[in-house]
């Protein structure tokens, strides 16, 4: 069914980019498509989130747009979905900051390790929107820009045997995310990083190709990693939202009252995301838990914490374009801890 699936979005796909090249992307109806790409599964909160966005659009403007949204990576993987995006073909895809750091420098600092002091840290400053704009636009020179942001969680390790301190992670293979600091930071544990493809984590994990990953706890139910991993360990390394990005040329094309629906449309999926976010952490605790058998385990953070912490300003020299966001974070780590 899911090989039918993409071939099925392969051709929209040929479609798509036909219409994009000849400058029309309209329904039989004369509605203009949008058209979105994610890697989640429909139960997913990001997609949750994104109906939201149809819905809001399409009550406001459905004489003239027809959203359709396209999860699974059936459009293909991220970073092909935002080169797509870039030309038009499609008008919207939800990214992880990893793969914008290719094209933005400034979005290298949320692979950062221990940016941000805890997660109410975090959402304050991503629902800092005046602020966050100044980032969003940094893309603009590729083509496209971020109109929100979604909640991927807090990342931790999961492998086939405990971790329990940092010595546990000595001599393994871990998976990470295709980003320069991630890969630091697992060999400032002393284990060998393996970027891969989220899509081979569980074949590799369960061949003994590494030993475990880092992630959500979303990977161990919606993904069955736990079915490969058994071990959860709570060290909190980062917190990495995924950025919803639209086609900068599309979203000037719009009048300024389509950009404010649009823009609102974007608000409301993120509440609904975010809101859905902390419902679907529970479930897949518990489903991990008694389903599947992983065992939950709470570290000592500041353990991990003061190994990668030289990482911070090795990134700082590294890419001076992280400063002014990285200062601006930790002062609301300051502002938030002087409040407790």
Not at 64 to 76: A, S, W
Not at 96 to 121: H, K, Q, R, W
Not at 182 to 208: H, K, L, N, R, W
Not at 258 to 275: D, G, M, Q
Request: hydrophobic share 40%.
């Amino acid at each position: 069914m899911k090989k039918f699936l993409k071939r099925l979005a392969a051709g929209i796909l040929a479609a798509a980019l036909a219409a994009g090249l000849s400058g029309c992307s309209m329904a039989t109806s004369g509605k203009r498509i949008i058209r979105i790409s994610h890697a989640q599964a429909e139960t997913h909160p990001e997609h949750l989130g994104l109906l939201a966005f149809k819905q809001y659009v399409e009550e406001q403007l459905g004489d003239k747009y027809e959203v359709q949204i396209f999860p699974n990576e059936i459009l293909g993987s991220a970073q092909k979905a935002i080169e797509l995006t870039q030309t038009g073909a499609i008008d919207f895809v939800v990214a992880g900051t990893a793969n914008l750091e290719t094209f933005a420098d400034v979005y290298e600092i949320f692979s950062m390790p221990y940016l941000f002091d805890s997660e109410d840290v975090y959402r304050s400053v991503m629902e800092d929107t005046d602020y966050m704009q100044n980032i969003y636009q940094s893309t603009d020179d590729a083509g496209f820009r971020v109109v929100t942001w979604y909640n991927a969680g807090t990342r931790n390790f999961y492998a086939k045997t405990p971790i329990r301190t940092p010595d546990d992670l000595k001599g393994k293979k871990i998976r990470v995310q295709q980003s320069p600091a991630s890969v630091a930071m697992v060999q400032s544990f002393g284990a060998a990083a393996a970027p891969m493809g989220f899509g081979e984590v569980y074949t590799a994990i369960q061949q003994g190709v590494i030993d475990g990953a880092e992630n959500n706890e979303l990977a161990l139910t919606n993904n069955k990693h736990g079915e490969v991993a058994k071990y959860y360990s709570y060290n909190k390394h980062q917190m990495v939202p995924d950025m919803l990005v639209g086609n900068l040329k599309f979203l000037n094309s719009l009048s300024p009252k389509e950009y404010e629906v649009f823009k609102e449309a974007a608000r409301r999926s993120t509440e609904v995301e975010l809101a859905e976010w902390d419902k679907s952490i529970d479930a897949a605790k518990v489903k991990a838990k008694t389903e599947m058998g992983v065992e939950f385990i709470d570290v000592d953070v500041d353990a991990f914490k003061k190994m990668v912490l030289p990482l911070h300003e090795k990134m700082l020299n590294d890419n001076p374009k992280i400063r002014d966001l990285y200062q601006h974070i930790q002062e609301e780590n300051q502002k938030l801890k002087g409040g407790q």
